[in-house]
């Protein structure tokens, strides 16, 4: 396994449709619903690595036997009294690659991204009911509020969602 922030997509495009179409077919909440097609997951990408192009975004990929298996992407705040933020978005891990604890590698490779970008507060948002509530926790993260009826599955349901907050230590390493 090997954690990766990345620079360039392109590389990897192939994998990540792949990825995200597998984590949209599973019901993740990550802001598509199914069905999701391998062109609008390509173009979704495309326009993640324009973000990547301009700083105003940062990824970080698992690759498992030269296959990205998991992602998850940093946005960067732009406001001059946010700067010390930033929203950690679109955790996702492949099917057959999770219950390996790869969520929370990506998690704390966005803690050491952030400190090592003097970012030192974490905001998120997660489903209520997602899986990935409890792991939030453990890693440290604090519930700050819920909102009902905030997202929509693909039957139409809508769900709840909690918002998360963790303040970390700034560090002058480099991510590599």
């Known amino acids: ?73 940093i946005a960067m705040s732009p406001k001059a009294n946010a700067l010390h933020r930033c929203d950690v978005e679109k955790l996702m891990v492949h099917t057959q690659a999770r219950e390996n604890g790869l969520g929370s590698i990506l998690m704390q490779g966005v803690e050491r991204v952030a400190a090592a970008m003097q970012r030192q507060l974490l905001i998120l948002e997660v489903r209520s009911d997602d899986i990935a509530y409890d792991m939030y926790v453990k890693l440290g993260f604090t519930p700050f509020g819920e909102v009902p009826n905030y997202t929509r599955s693909a039957n139409g349901a809508l769900h709840n969602s909690t918002f998360f907050f963790k303040e970390i230590e700034l560090t002058h390493e480099v991510f590599s």
């Open 1 to 73: 396994m090997e954690l990766l922030k990345v620079d360039d997509l392109n590389p990897y495009l192939n994998d990540l449709v792949e990825l995200l179409c597998d984590a949209v077919e599973s019901g993740a909440p990550i802001g598509f619903l199914p069905p999701l097609s391998e062109p609008e997951a390509k173009a979704y990408w495309l326009s993640i690595n324009d973000e990547l192009q301009v700083n105003s975004r940062q990824v970080l990929l698992v690759r498992e036997e030269d296959k990205i298996v998991g992602s998850v992407q």
